[in-house]
């Protein structure tokens, strides 16, 4: 992670990962796009069902939006760690507690990019809280969310189950909220083998 870190900056110049803009060499975005993203309001609700209580750092507009894909489709590490720093800053106390458990990439997408972004962002925020983080999920059979229209990505929850003992106190992280349908999936899988607390926290949510 740390070699893959150094590696990525030297190879990408000093230039925004948002908008493309040169940046300061130890910059992951302009100054123009840090006071965007600065701005941007925080979400907290109860979210999903099967979720005590979710999260998200941003709505998934601008700079946010433009973060989200630098790091799913152009894989800027350092963009996981500008997320995970928005999230330790800014989610409450009450949130940010627990075991975190990323959201599974579905196999297909990870064999394709060879790159799971929400798992990047969970191991950076874990290595910033200082807390344990445990892979104990995983999509099961052949259902993608990638281009279904939303009413049919209601219609057909992704399939996940448990590959690995749960934590008692689990706090799920992924990079978009979209219809919470995902995250609804992991929480059951979740408390099916014995997590009582289930929060989420994800760098930007759709509204
Ligand atoms: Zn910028």
Known sequence: MKLA???????????????????????????????????????LGS????????????????????LVGALKFRHLLPVADL???????LAPASVLGGT????????????????DPAGELAAALAE????????????????????RRR???VGHPPRIGACAPAPRSA?????VLTTGATLTACARALRAVGSSRVVAVTFARRL
């Open 83 to 89: 997320m995970a720093e928005r999230i330790e800053w």
């Open 100 to 115: 975190i458990v990323p959201v599974p990439p579905a196999p297909p997408r990870l064999r394709r990019r060879g790159f």
């Open 47 to 66: 979210g999903p069902a099967g979720l005590d209580r979710v999260w998200s750092s941003a709505p998934y507009e601008g700079v946010a939006r433009d």
């Open 128 to 147: 910033r809280l200082d807390v344990p983080l445990e892979c104990c999920l995983e999509r099961r059979g052949r259902s993608r969310q990638v281009g």
């Open 5 to 43: 870190n150094a590696v990525a900056v030297a190879l990408v110049p000093p230039l925004c990962a948002a908008c493309g803009r040169s940046c300061r060499p130890e910059g992951v975005v302009c100054n123009r796009c840090g006071r965007r993203l600065a701005d941007a309001k925080p979400l």
């Open 171 to 175: 706090l799920l992280v992924d990079d």
């Open 151 to 153: 009413a049919e990505r």
